[in-house]
């Protein structure tokens, strides 16, 4: 063992520990450094190349499929939600772990170690400015969606929820990535850790099983699986924000726990941290359980019951769109831009039924009313009791591909037939009858009705016996008959006879 | 005294690369010389609370590293340059300096003056806006020695500084060590015994894990004979006492 002394160097050795303590500094000092390294960490940061990828990829795959859709801010709000985040996922995922493995990569270790800076510290500056470009990113496009939308739609606002839980996800995205980066210093943590987030966002939102799954607390899950953004839902009724209550409890529990266990190695603050893990942790497990306890309210929405405000079920108050027909046709406002098609397609039986007894003033639309089925199914039910109500199909032109014919032959196939039925069998007057429509009454409900050529047989089959009369039956062969009069004598008709047609005491031969 | 050293060991599984050194300095320059594999390396990453001893005592600039407060403190008046600098190649000089200015907690306004004066210090004023990845081996070595000494460090470390400099530079640096012993305690560890004797008022010799010599330089040069081996009187009188060490 060597000792030795530096004596030399004596005439030099102020003792350290006397001089003035200059770094001792203040809290507002401390935030003065912390912001010029962030500021710093802004400059030179991968996030910030990868923005056009962002945009490239979101033009690509969300905002074509959102901008096709109809301008309704519940559909393209909803879908934002479903595609933004998912959009994302890549570049976001791969700077955030590029970044996170800096350190590690480039052989900086030992320098940043001797540095006063915790290491804590030093990675959440660098793991803030990861997440700040990648929410300018999310948020520019978010703006676009919105501006775009606000420019086109005929009713309504910004819904916002859907909005912040993408933004609340992308924290989420930077966290995973920077953490597994910061972990696993390499170049292959980038790819495979992309790869695993990918497919994880992806499995999540494919996982869900009815209302009450837990797999609804992923954020990219805008509604209820089976029918996620539908026109029907969030139109009648304020947007319930349960769901998203939970998923963004559920991003931020995640973030505030990875980044929690970021500081878990350092010693001073690995209590603190420990404790913080914990408690992130605690917040998404308390999400997802919150999600587990969701149903489907009839109005389309998942409510959470501990999270559930009762006054979102008051119905939304609007001035609805009408037609200047002699029976008005009326939809809710956001709908205005079908109301022709919809006006079309019920014109000619309005037109044949109007003034007859149980005819209807106007008709106005209702909402529909969601039933989950078990499973993943949903069934939705038009929500009118009466020939004056109606409510419109969910796939609206631009919705899962369908295009604004098939739009057109399902409100002649729904709309005509259910005014048509309404009136011949009584609708909801309580004159129908318990043992199912008459011949009679099948086939005047089939002349009365006007289906386009693009409404396939197959498409009716489910209606035969209920609606309309079987093919080839003697009640289809007086139905082709009442058809081909003219809509002014079937009207005639129809004033002397719906009475007894309706109470079931005509028959076929006594048709026309 | 700036470094205090008592009986420091420091072992990586079964290797015993730091042997119980005990070494004492105060401001000036200190070269810490040695082979291959001597120590020098692991002696200088745990004066840079990098890595912990093992066993022994080790107090810097007045305090207890091994605290967490102290050690924090010591950081602050800490310069260190490793033997393979790692660096952010999309960083310009000054950025990369800044960025060790802020995280040795320097005062948010003195940061700037500061980054200039230590990227002038090293000549590389005129390169300051230049990208790391754009720069030669010495430029780096040179933007290595900046971020050590932005902070006006109380005790300097500098692990093989003048690997991959010119001789114009190593001459610049010399001097620019020579200033900055006025008054930090600066501890240079070096293959090239000839810095040792341009800028170094003291200097130990470590062989397998110890110190073998510790004196001036001319001290080790006298330790030679004109027969041993060596270019140059110190370089002969560090092969003496490695010889004699090793006897």
């Known amino acids: ?59 690509y795959n969300g905002y074509r499929e959102i901008m096709a859709l109809p301008p309704m801010w519940n559909l393209r709000a909803m879908t934002l939600q479903n595609r933004l985040l998912f959009d994302l996922a890549i570049p976001v995922t791969a700077a955030a772990a590029w970044m996170g493995s800096r350190e590690g990569r480039r052989g900086i270790t030992d320098l940043v170690t001797g540095t006063a800076r915790p290491r804590w510290s030093r990675q959440l500056a660098a793991w803030a400015a990861t997440t700040a470009w990648a929410e300018a990113g999310c948020l520019a496009c978010v703006a676009v969606v919105y501006l775009v939308t606000a420019r086109q739609a005929s009713w309504g606002g910004p819904l916002w929820w859907p909005a912040v839980v993408s933004v609340a996800g ?31 966002l992806a499995f999540g939102t494919q996982a869900a ?13 805008a509604g209820a699986f089976d029918i996620g953004a539908a026109p029907g839902v969030a139109s009648f ?86 037609s200047r027909t002699p029976v008005p046709v009326c939809v809710h406002p956001a709908y205005a831009t079908f109301l022709p098609a919809v006006t079309a397609a019920v014109a000619p039986e309005l037109t044949e039924f109007a003034g007859l007894p149980g005819a209807p003033a106007r008709i106005s639309q209702v909402a529909a009313v969601y039933r989950q089925e078990p499973g993943n199914g949903i ?28 739009f057109a032959a399902q409100l002649d196939e729904g709309l005509g037939l259910q005014l048509a039925s309404d009136m011949i069998l009584g609708g909801g007057d309580g004159t129908q009858s318990a043992a199912g429509p008459s011949q009679a009454q099948l086939a005047v409900i089939a002349g009365s009705v006007r289906f386009p050529p693009s409404v396939q047989s197959r498409d009716l089959a489910p209606m035969y016996g209920r609606l309309l009369p079987q093919p080839g039956s003697p009640a289809d062969r007086a139905a082709r008959r009442f058809a081909a009069l003219s809509p002014a004598a079937r009207h005639a008709w129809l004033a002397g006879h719906l009475a007894a047609l309706r109470s079931g005491r005509l028959s076929l031969a006594q048709l026309p | 005294m700036n470094v205090e050293i008592t009986d420091l060991t420091r072992r990586f599984g079964r290797n015993l690369a730091v042997a119980g050194v005990s070494l004492e300095t105060g401001p000036g320059v200190f070269g810490l010389l040695g082979p291959n594999g001597a120590g020098k390396t692991t002696l200088l990453r745990m004066m840079a ?35 393979n600098l790692g660096y952010y190649p999309g960083f310009t000089v000054a950025e990369f300096v800044e960025y060790f200015a802020l995280l040795k907690e320097m005062p948010s306004a003195r940061v700037p003056a500061a980054v200039a004066t230590a990227v002038e210090r090293v000549d590389l004023g005129g390169r300051a806006r230049a990208k790391l990845r754009t720069l030669s081996g010495g430029m780096l070595r040179r933007v290595g020695i900046a971020q050590a000494i932005v902070n006006e460090p109380e005790l300097l470390l500098l692990d093989e500084p003048t690997a991959g400099l010119d001789p114009e530079q190593r001459v610049h640096f010399r001097a620019l060590l020579r200033d ?68």
């Open chain 1, 379 to 406: 069934s939705v039910s038009g929500g009118g009791t009466s020939p004056a109500e109606f409510a419109l199909p969910d796939e609206v032109p631009g919705r899962l591909g369908t295009t604004g014919a098939e």
């Open chain 1, 209 to 221: 099983s009815g209302d009450h799954s837990y797999w609804q607390v992923s954020p990219l899950t």
């Open chain 2, 180 to 247: 900055l012993g006025q008054r930090a305690t600066v501890v240079v560890s070096t293959h090239l015994v000839e810095d040792v004797g341009a800028a170094c008022s003291q200097v130990a010799l470590m062989d397998q894990g110890t110190i073998v010599f510790h004196g001036t330089p001319d001290e080790l040069t006298a330790r030679g004979t004109e027969q041993g081996t060596g270019d140059a009187p110190l370089e002969r009188g560090y092969t003496a006492v490695l010889a004699a060490a090793r006897s």
């Open chain 1, 237 to 322: 009724y304020p947007y319930l924000p349960d769901l998203s209550i939970a998923q963004v409890m559920f991003t931020a529990g995640l973030v505030i726990a990875v980044l929690g266990a970021l500081g878990i190695p350092g010693a001073r603050m690995r209590w603190l941290a420990a404790v913080i893990t914990a408690a992130g942790l605690a917040a998404a497990g308390t999400a997802v359980a919150l999600a587990g306890t969701g149903r489907l309210d009839p109005h389309g929405m998942i409510v959470i019951p501990a999270l559930h405000d009762s006054a979102g079920h008051q119905p939304v108050r609007y001035t609805p769109a009408c």
């Open chain 1, 1 to 59: 063992m060597t000792a030795a002394r530096a004596a030399g160097a004596q005439e030099h050795s102020a003792p350290a520990a006397l001089r003035p303590e200059a770094a001792r500094r203040g809290a507002g000092a401390a935030a003065l450094g912390s912001g010029r390294l962030l500021r710093l960490e802004l400059r030179r940061n991968a996030m910030l190349w990868l923005l056009p990828v962002v945009f490239a990829l979101f033009w």
């Open chain 1, 170 to 200: 992308v924290p989420m995205l930077t966290a995973i990535g920077f953490a597994a980066g910061a972990w696993f210093p390499g170049r292959f943590v980038t790819p495979m850790v992309t790869v695993v987030v990918f497919f994880g």
């Open chain 2, 49 to 83: 609370t990098v890595i912990p001893p093992s066993t022994g005592r080790l107090r810097l600039l007045g305090r207890d590293p091994g605290s967490y407060g102290p050690r924090r403190e010591v950081r602050r008046r800490l310069g260190y340059l490793p033997q």
